[in-house]
């Protein structure tokens, strides 16, 4: 669970893609989009509904085949890498991954050491220690021996992540890990986020509903919008009034978070307003 | 370490140089068990029959020793059938675990999915246009029993699983889908094998719906030997899968994440289950419910998530000889083992299906 350097050329970052199409059927979801993923950073993918978020992060991860561009891992093209070796380098936490009933919580964390698993070497020591370091840090060791169908929705999405860390991989992509979860358990989960990013410099890509979340959460955020990328940068700078408006069609006010000083987004109700006007405040 | 090595943990590591392995050590003792529990019903089913022979004398006379008469009773007579009764179970039992698995589903067995109806379709098909029904002790004569009845079976059963694939893919194969297409599939197969059997001559009609049955009656060595080959390959390739199982049940998106490749190993599975239902079907008719029944069991008795593969195996093997033994040596009457699997099967599934409603329910 160290972070490892990795020999990539000198520009490129390790993961990105490159003049992207992207679509299930006729009309591509994504087109002719080019992204480079920030090396260790925090990387929050918004936007509205139906805007090719889980697609970009889907294809980044090799789970969807571009009709047109490539995605480049480590300067390669992502589909010529063989699927182990993706694996060992490129973690994803789908939306809804199978819970299977009965399975132990040590056992789905275990699954995540598969890529680096032989028949002949099914549980070396690494496995053992990458899987007691995962649960360590998700804080899921107390819960080992619990059937995953019996924990709570927070408790199970951590288990997920456990299992996506036992992977031991440097980029981590995670699709709505927030999905389901009340707020406690949503920021939780995102603490979790922030330490591994801070104390073991994964490379963390997410796609998040909760814009607010989002803005304190991440070191850079990426809007979508129609399939195509519209802004890109740091929050306090990509969080305006006029984002809001034209990306999301929201009416919202900004203010600075009085400790962390990062955007917080106050929409503007129509029916609140009209509240407050007939009370006469 | 501590937390991990437990002593709730399920799993035993052993560690041997550089190679390690992790034991699941309740199925362990589950298939353990099972095969001493396999014995015994074996060495019975050798024993007991018209002639009643005393349970050492047997197991001498299969050791070598013995007077004439139990040698012949035994080796010639009983042995074969016995055999090829456990050949059959195990092929079953390890077929309906593969199937489950793969479509994440417990109703995902051989005979549920269609293929045991595909096989069965290709076997009668063979029976009726050869019209080469034996008179005497096999159902049909020579070169076709051997090779041709195991071919046209595993030829029903590959068309049916190709088929089956095609139609319920849809970016991925859902167990769900699958089930309901494959109950499509089974029906519309069934009725080829009653036409068949409506066009067919009349001792080929009899033969055909004899072997139907799913009986283990007059089966010897013909039809051991085509059993034996197929889990002589699919076995260890089936035990090479399980990690890849593993991986497979939490949805394609991980799989694939987690470095398995995904269609290939799909296909691996797929091919193992569907040739062990098929040399099963083309040795002794389609034996009802084994496929579906016998995995959930060995599930709740080993415990984990997924219905595990050797304890299915031994279990299958385990129900299919004790329901040869009951319908030769218990009934008053002589009933096709099948009969029995069903009697057995049928009420199980029914509970399987209630339990599924409750839980959906609650």
């Known amino acids: ?281 | 370490m501590a937390v991990l090595t437990s002593p709730r943990t399920a799993a035993h590591p052993v560690r041997v140089g550089g190679a390690s392995w992790r034991v699941p050590l309740r199925a362990a003792v589950v298939a353990v068990t099972a095969s001493a529990a396999l014995l015994v019903l074996f060495v019975l089913d050798l024993a007991l029959g018209d002639v009643d022979i005393p349970f050492g004398t047997t197991v001498s006379t299969l050791l070598g020793g013995g007077d004439g008469g139990s040698q012949f009773i035994i080796n010639q007579l009983r042995l074969p059938q016995a055999t090829v009764g456990v050949l059959v179970g195990m092929c079953l039992g390890l077929s309906g675990a593969l199937c489950q698995t793969f479509a994440r589903n417990p109703l995902a067995s051989p005979d549920i999915l269609g293929v045991t109806q595909g096989a069965s379709a290709g076997a009668v098909a063979l029976i009726v246009i050869t019209g080469g029904s034996g008179y005497g002790g096999g159902i049909i004569g020579g070169t076709l029993q051997t090779l041709g009845l195991p071919l046209a079976a595993f030829l029903g059963g590959f068309l049916t699983a190709a088929v089956l694939y095609v139609l319920s893919w849809r970016r991925g194969i859902d167990g769900q889908r699958l089930v309901l297409i494959g109950i499509g599939l089974g029906a519309a197969l069934l009725a080829v094998v009653e036409w068949l059997l409506v066009r067919a001559r009349i001792q080929d009609a009899a033969s055909a719906q004899v072997w139907l049955n799913g009986s283990l009656n007059a089966r010897g060595w013909d039809q051991a030997k085509p059993a034996m080959l197929t889990l002589l390959v699919l076995v260890p390739l089936s035990f090479w899968l399980v990690r890849h199982l593993n991986v497979l049940q939490l949805g394609d998106d991980s799989a694939r994440t987690l470095g398995v490749r995904l269609q290939t190993t799909q296909l691996l599975i797929l091919v193992s289950a569907v040739g062990l239902a098929s040399v099963a079907v083309s040795a002794c008719g389609p034996l009802a419910f084994v496929a579906l029944v016998v995995p959930q069991v060995a599930l709740r008795l080993t415990g984990g998530s997924r219905p595990p593969l050797l304890a299915s195996m031994v279990l299958g093997a385990v129900l299919v000889v004790a329901a040869d033994l009951i319908t030769r040596v218990v009934l008053p009457f002589v009933v096709p083992a099948g009969v029995v699997t069903a009697a057995v099967g049928a009420p199980y599934l029914i509970w399987l299906l209630v339990r599924a409603n409750r839980k959906v329910s609650t």
């Open chain 1, 1 to 281: 669970m160290t972070q490892r350097p990795h020999p990539r050329s000198p520009g490129a970052t390790r993961l990105g893609a490159e003049d992207i199409t992207v679509g299930y059927g006729v009309t591509p979801v994504i087109s002719e989009l080019t992204f480079d993923v920030p090396d260790g950073q925090v990387t929050s993918i918004i936007g509205p509904n139906g805007c090719g978020k889980s697609t970009l992060l889907r294809t980044l991860a090799r789970l969807l085949k571009p009709t047109s561009g490539r995605v480049r891992l480590d300067g390669t093209a992502i589909g010529d890498v063989p699927t182990r070796e993706v694996s060992q380098r490129l973690a994803l936490l789908p939306q809804s991954p199978i819970s299977p009933d009965g399975l132990l919580v040590r056992d789905l964390v275990g699954r995540g050491r598969h890529p680096h698993q032989k028949w002949f070497r099914q549980w070396s020591p690494d496995d053992e220690q990458a899987v007691e370091a995962a649960m360590r840090v998700t804080d899921t060791l107390h819960l080992a021996d619990r059937s995953i169908d019996q924990l709570s929705g927070g408790q199970r999405q951590r288990a997920w992540i456990a299992m996506t860390l036992a992977q031991d991989t440097d980029l981590v992509l995670l699709d709505e890990p927030t999905t389901f979860l009340d707020l406690a358990h949503q920021i939780e989960v995102l603490d979790l986020v922030t330490r591994l990013n801070r104390e073991r410099g994964r490379t963390v890509v997410m796609v998040l509903h909760d814009l607010n979340l989002a803005a304190r959460y991440s070191d850079v955020i990426v809007v979508m919008k129609d399939g195509a990328i519209v802004e890109q940068g740091p929050p306090t700078e990509i969080f305006t009034p006029a984002m809001l408006s034209t990306v999301f069609g929201l009416d919202a006010d900004i203010l600075p978070d009085p400790r962390t000083g990062l955007p917080i987004l106050v929409p503007v109700s129509s029916a609140a307003t009209a509240a407050a006007s007939l009370t006469g405040a």
